[in-house]
């Protein structure tokens, strides 16, 4: 079976322009979470989404936006891009909702190199 | 904010040596995971120990976990070549639904 996939793999936007990273999660799961991690340090959360709906969400922007579709395929959106946005963004999938006693393995996929000028 | 620091933030040693990482934590979790980094590409779940658990094995990997103290260890026997890489501890707190990474080690095998 396929991992998790993502695209595209790098990426080289200028301030101010939008963005939309994709990312396709293992056959049957149904839970996807987005992470943003700058160079040298561990990812950030940014979203979880379950079943299409939101249901977690970190510390950052309204900028940063995203959502799953009923294939369980996710599209994040970063708007009015800045300088510090130039991160690795890393889709994860898992069968079930992050959350509680759930002790569901995330899946990660290869990420996107988004370098913003 | 991050939730786990890892300590050492880095860590040389060589072939065949065993390899120890830490990792403390702020708040209360469900259950506390290891994952391996290589070079800046995605993350591979290592192990998963919960909360009601002291210690877990999987292969040459030994995770203990202390909750009084809030902080886990890591410990790769044995270490090859391919152990290369950065290591991530990532909590469940109890308080929220999100996974929170720390900093990470990065471990470098020597031949």
């Known amino acids: 079976d396929a991992g998790v996939t993502q695209s595209p793999t790098h990426l080289i936007k200028t301030r101010g322009q939008q963005v939309t990273l994709r990312c396709s999660p293992i056959?049957?799961?149904?839970?996807v979470s987005w992470y943003q991690q700058v160079l040298g340090q561990g990812p950030q959360f940014i979203f979880q989404?379950?079943?299409?709906?939101?249901?977690g969400r970190g510390n950052f922007p309204d900028r940063f936006s995203a959502r799953q579709f009923p294939n369980y395929s996710s599209e994040l959106n970063v708007n009015a891009l800045l300088l510090g946005d130039s991160a690795l963004y890393l889709c994860?999938?898992?069968?079930?909702?992050?959350?509680?006693?759930?002790?569901?393995?995330?899946?990660f996929g290869p990420g996107t190199r988004l370098t913003v000028l | 904010s991050q939730q786990g620091e890892e300590d050492p933030q880095a860590l040389s040693i060589q072939e065949g040596e065993n390899a120890t990482m830490n990792c403390s934590y702020k708040?209360?979790?469900?259950?506390l995971q290891w994952y391996r980094q290589n070079s800046g590409r995605g993350l591979v779940h290592l192990i998963l120990?919960?909360?009601?658990?002291r210690e877990k094995h999987s292969g040459r990997l030994r995770v203990t976990l202390d909750t009084s103290k809030k902080s886990s260890s890591l410990l790769i026997t044995a270490s090859r070549a391919a152990d290369t890489a950065s290591y991530f501890c990532a909590t469940d707190a109890t308080r929220d639904d999100k996974i929170i990474f720390g900093k990470g080690t990065r471990l470098h095998i020597l031949p």
């Open positions: 708040t209360s979790i469900n259950n």
């Open positions: 989404y379950y079943e299409k709906e939101e249901r």
């Open positions: 120990i919960r909360s009601n658990e």
């Open positions: 994860a999938s898992s069968l079930g909702l992050l959350a509680g006693i759930s002790t569901d393995t995330q899946y």
């Open positions: 056959s049957g799961h149904k839970s």
